[in-house]
């Protein structure tokens, strides 16, 4: 008889227990449509323990008010991102749970929920990262991506946030993750111009831009092909393992990159700027060789190959640099970005001769080392103009172009010259 008293103690303590679980998601349910949400939270805080062993129904019921009580907070902007997160993480509960329920209460409201929490998410991360927050903007973006794993770009976008925050161990994981998946970013962006702004758009199809402009509500339609991150992707692994003192890893990442896409030239570049960074100057121009023989008349690799040669210390690859730069030209003369890396090239070395200037007395001796060091420093502005003048050109009047030439007119008595560049817009 004692053991059946027992039992039917447990049981009715079991029964008072659910009832009293039930009210206090009622009084949360309550508090939060009354706009309280900081009491739903506490109310929601008092059930926290005893819910694990509460009904699978029940437990629907609670993950379901949590996520829309820490969905509440973030609105109202207290802990934004923390809440956002609870909240992404109570949903997911509570379809996980309906899902194994086989009994769908919440689930559609909740998924409704998850896609603002989505928006709100990124916009959250956008703004850490314009604060220069950059670890908590890649947590966030990697959040993102965990609420909706096609979103594969937020990964991207994490990994490389990780990046600014100088947190290399956080960004391999995310690299790392995007090699497991296999992930490209390749693709095409479908733009139009907004008669109504002036303003390019992108439209997620070619149709829907085309009726855009059938409409007139768009005009000047265009289509630019994304590249491949891929190498991208790899390059960055390799140069965190580098970056941890690890040169195997890293050259391991590139070779089985290679392996898997042989025909990729991107990883191809990446393996040579991985080569270029350890000094070995005679691999890296084999793989050089081995680029141009694939895409001989492409003005944008001439031009990469110009920007990974120019951050060398050795000579004859700065020298190659040019090279390098000068044919994107002689393939597309409306190269902007070449001619003004050119004239970077060109100006390589001023801050020494100017440094060396200013350390100069006034005795005889110096004196001619001064003008001699004048003189180079003057060939040096006539040998960059030709190519900041153009650069000018094609950047439509950029300042800081304008800027530089100024000073150079001056500094060379082209009087003439500074008077037309200054009557410029």
Known sequence: MKIKNFAIATALFASFATFAQKDELKSADKSLKGGNPAEA???????????????????AQ??????????????????????LLAAAKAYNEL?????????????????ASLKEVKGLLTNSAIADNNQKKYKESALKLYEVYQLDKKDSIMLYYAA??????????????????????????????????????DQEETFPSVKERDAAVRLGTHSSPKTEQIPSKRGEIYKNISLIYIQKGDAVSAKKAIIDARKENPEDVTLIMS???LYLQAKDYVTYKQLISEVLAKDPNNADLYYNLGVISSQSTDKQTKID???????????????????MN???????GEKEIID???KLGTSTADMKKYDALKLKRENMYKSAIPYLEKAYDLFAGDKDIKTTLLNMYNALDMTEKAKALKAKN
């Open 41 to 59: 939270k506490t109310t929601l805080e008092t059930v926290e323990l005893k819910i694990v062993n509460a009904e699978e129904a029940l437990k």
């Open 62 to 83: 609670y993950y379901f008010l949590l996520g829309n009580t820490n969905l509440e907070l973030a609105k109202k902007k207290v802990e934004e991102g923390k809440n």
């Open 95 to 111: 379809v996980s749970i309906e899902n194994n329920l086989g009994k769908v209460k919440y689930t559609a409201q909740a998924q």
């Open 160 to 197: 490389s946030t990780a990046i600014n925050a100088q947190d290399f161990d956080l960004a391999l994981g995310y690299y790392n993750k995007l090699k497991e998946i296999k992930y490209s970013g390749k693709g095409v962006n479908y733009l139009a111009k907004s008669k109504l702004n």
């Open 271 to 273: 393996e040579a700027d």
């Open 321 to 339: 640099a040019e090279g390098y730069y000068l044919k994107a030209i002689q393939i597309d003369p409306q190269y902007k970005n070449a001619y």
């Open 342 to 348: 050119l004239a970077v090239l060109k100006l390589d």
């Open 356 to 358: 060396a200037m200013n």
